[in-house]
């Protein structure tokens, strides 16, 4: 227990009055934070969670990481903001490791301020380079919610906020959900969910294919044929690859950048959250030499590459490779898993980590994987909340707990969730 905030009662009341906020809470949020530290934030009642959203995927060395808040305090007193047109000497240093860490396809880095941007940025990119107008983006991919990236984003629940229908500049096409594969199990696979594909990119007018390397949004991982089929497919025909790391990239899936994992070399690929250290908001597009030569932005993003947010960045990353963030997200995603399987819940229907993007799909049944019923999925989210565990509830038919802590958690602490995750669904399932 933290401590309390002499004035906690004022502060959530002048919340709900003034903040806007775009949808209603599940019991408990919004959780106010007077202080965060490591995988623990403390609300202004002096209560501690586990903080199994990093901050909503940002802090990946943790909140308030010493080395980074230094890193930041200290570029305060040189410069802060200068225009885009210029530089700092943080922001040309920081492209510089980006770069020298990034798939050796990508020679270049254009700074802004958050992933909807950056995608923004990389729908312009391949647009202008390849002359063609149309992006395929997968399914229920999540690209962002500003109107160009929510055109590339799958769920049909933001793409009605835009409040206007969208264009018909880009489409679908399938993503990889084997847990619940159309085509039967596992071991049979031969893709067929890509069959088709070519044929469709290639009736259209289709610059690049955008894709998260894992997708977030439920935890879903292909595999390895899968992107090797879908690689094969948009060179053959010339399609770029806009590889998303907003989410995935510094480590969170045990591996820099996801596209390491299949051995991808994307044309254009984008970075942002943690990408500042949880230091302001900075994002990235970062190309390929040729496909930047054609770049013409128009002008520059007000506050692209802030020096501060640079700086702790840079600090970021030496913290990542020092504290071996990356080794540990692998191995506490490993741990994860199977003392998630060692629950033996008859609920867990599939537990999906890579590196610590996880999730866990809850199901009525295992046989026939009927969904749980939002109902409950409430419930469970709620008593979660109670025990101290701050998670979102997300995936395609919302029944899978995101579980993306920062990359420093220790086996302790996941017990600590497991634990209170087992007694939750007893309570919620009535045995
Ligand atoms: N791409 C991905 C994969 C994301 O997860 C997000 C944010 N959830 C975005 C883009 C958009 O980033 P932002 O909210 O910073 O605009």
Redesign the pocket.
Known sequence: MGDKTPDAAAIEADDQKYVMRPWTHPAGEPVIVAKARGCVVTDVHGKDYLDFTAGY?VNNAGHCHPRIAEAASRQVHEVLQVSGKHGTIPMVRLAKRLVDLAPKSIHKVFFST????A?EFALKLARQYTKKPDIAYLENG????TLG?LEVTASEKYRESAGKPLGNDNFAIPTAYCYRCKFGPHPQCNVQCLDGVEEKLASRQTAAIIA?PVQ?VGGLAPPQKWWDRLDQIRRKLKILLIA?E??TGLGRTGKMFAVEHYGLEPDIMTG??GLSGGVG?M?VTTASNEVCQSFFGGTTPTSGGNAVSAAAGLALIDVIVDEQLVENALKMGQYFTEAAWALKDPWIGDVRFTGLLGGIELVKDRETKEVLGKKEMGKVKDLLHEAGMLITVSGWHGNVLRLQPPLSITSAQIDQFLAALRKTLIAVRGS
């Open positions: 995927f958050g992933g909807s941007e995608n999540y690209h962002g919610l990236s998260e977030a998303d907003v989410q942002g959250k908001s994002a």
